[in-house]
DNA sequence: TAGGCCATCTGGTCCT
DNA sequence: AGGACCAGATGGCCTA
């Protein structure tokens, strides 16, 4: 015993060998000691050891035999009436075993007096309300949610799940951008969003992404820099873009923090841009808990009345260019489908109307790094 | 009309 | 004991 005593220990503490002997030099004794009391304890019970739990609350938690009324409901339905105590009938814990019947235990259903029900009742009533406010709590913690994803729209809301997956999706892409420390091209950083999203959702950000690089091609870049989209979803030619952040006349570089989230974020290959707008929300507020940046606004090609939207939505209208390598892809069409495969012809004829439909790339990375990745 | 999505109710389980 | 959380059931609404 005592050799298994010591190899039980060395394997597992991993202890040195000096360590091992001073250990059972001086331990072992009254590991030993203890050893031979167990033994006494155990054949002075019969070679059994000694149950410790009290008969009574081994009934009680006995699960061989299913608890009469041990539901929620159930327990609802008996329990303990404080007021009346007209109908208690109770068990006693002691003598159940005078039959041989298996004796039911838990509490017993009591009659239902007017009383109790209608106390079930109003719990009942009670717990739907609570109920509700969770799930309208959920509701909004998802909708704060969906306004930080790349694609928001206030008409078209996604659903929960697709919701939750383009999150995912958005995490990852932007833990992958981190780790490779480089830009993927539109293509890959499209299909890293639309991974497992639904086809409608795919083309939803797939026309996202696209009508946003659409929509800024009506000027050259101000340093005459030009880009070409390596590769477009729905386009057949390659497109250029204006580098509209610097020469921005509202591009205050270093004008605070909110300037700073105003201009720092870019998604993989894109950069938010800053136009002209009214005030900014504060992003310092507490009530704030929507956008921590602005959203990028979609209002090319489909539709322009996003100019004219909501307050909010005047104040910045952002929107996208890509700013990678001036390469230029052989075209190539992408058929986006679930789980990202490429499926069949995606083109806009699927895509819903963006009336309000925002890129979302407004969640500030928190790192300096990041930021300075996305605007070198 | 079928299917998807959603809100709500409800009962069960777990935790404090 | 009461609340939080969860999942199933159900019915309504919308869209293809």
């Known amino acids: 015993m005592i050799v298994q005593l010591k190899l039980c220990v060395c394997i597992s503490c991993r202890l040195p060998a000096t360590m091992l002997s001073r250990l059972f030099s001086e331990v072992l004794p009254d590991v030993q000691r203890l050893a031979a009391e167990w033994v006494d304890d155990t054949e002075s019970d019969g070679g059994k050891v000694k149950e410790e739990r009290e008969p009574c609350h081994l009934e009680e938690n006995d699960l061989d035999e299913p608890r009469e009324g ?13 007021d ?3 109908d208690v009938d109770e068990e006693e814990c002691g003598d159940e075993n005078g039959g041989d019947k298996p004796k039911k235990r838990g509490p017993k259903k009591r ?6 029900v209608e106390r079930s ?28 994803v790349p694609c928001y729209s206030k008409t078209q809301k996604l659903s929960k799940i ?21 830009r993927p091209d539109v293509v890959t950083y499209v299909q890293m969003l639309c991974k497992g999203l639904s086809q409608p959702t795919t083309n939803l950000v797939a026309g996202c992404l696209q009508l946003n690089t659409r929509n800024f091609l009506t000027e050259p870049c101000a340093d005459g820099a030009r880009f070409h989209m390596p590769s477009s979803p729905f386009s057949v030619h390659p497109y250029s873009y204006r580098c509209s952040r610097l020469s921005s006349p509202h591009y205050q570089p270093g004008a605070g923090a909110l300037n700073m ?18 005030t900014s929300p504060d992003y310092n507020s507490p009530d704030y808990e929507g956008q921590h940046s602005p959203p990028v606004c979609l209002n090319g090609g489909m539709s322009g009345k996003q100019q004219e939207s909501s307050d909010t939505d005047r104040s910045f209208h952002y929107s996208m260019h890509y700013s990678g390598l001036t390469t230029s892809r052989p075209s190539h069409s992408l058929h986006f489908g679930p789980s990202g495969a490429r499926s069949g012809g995606a083109h806009s004829e699927n895509i819903p109307p963006f009336h309000d439909v925002h890129l979302h790339h407004d969640r500030a990375p928190p790192y300096e790094d990041l930021n300075a990745f996305f605007h070198n």
């Open 70 to 82: 041990s539901s929620r409901a159930e327990s609802e339905m008996a329990e303990d009436d404080d």
């Open 84 to 86: 009346d105590d007209d």
């Open 111 to 116: 009659k239902m007096t007017a009383a109790r």
């Open 121 to 148: 009742k109003m719990r009942r009533v009670k717990a739907n309300a609570r109920e509700r406010t969770r799930m309208h709590d959920l509701n909004s913690a998802l909708d704060n949610l969906r306004k930080v």
């Open 162 to 182: 697709e919701t939750l997956r383009l999150a995912k999706n958005y995490i990852l892409a932007l833990g992958e951008i981190l780790r490779n420390g480089k």
């Open 261 to 278: 989230r105003a201009h720092s974020y870019s998604g993989p290959g894109y950069e938010a841009v800053y136009m002209p707008g009214g």
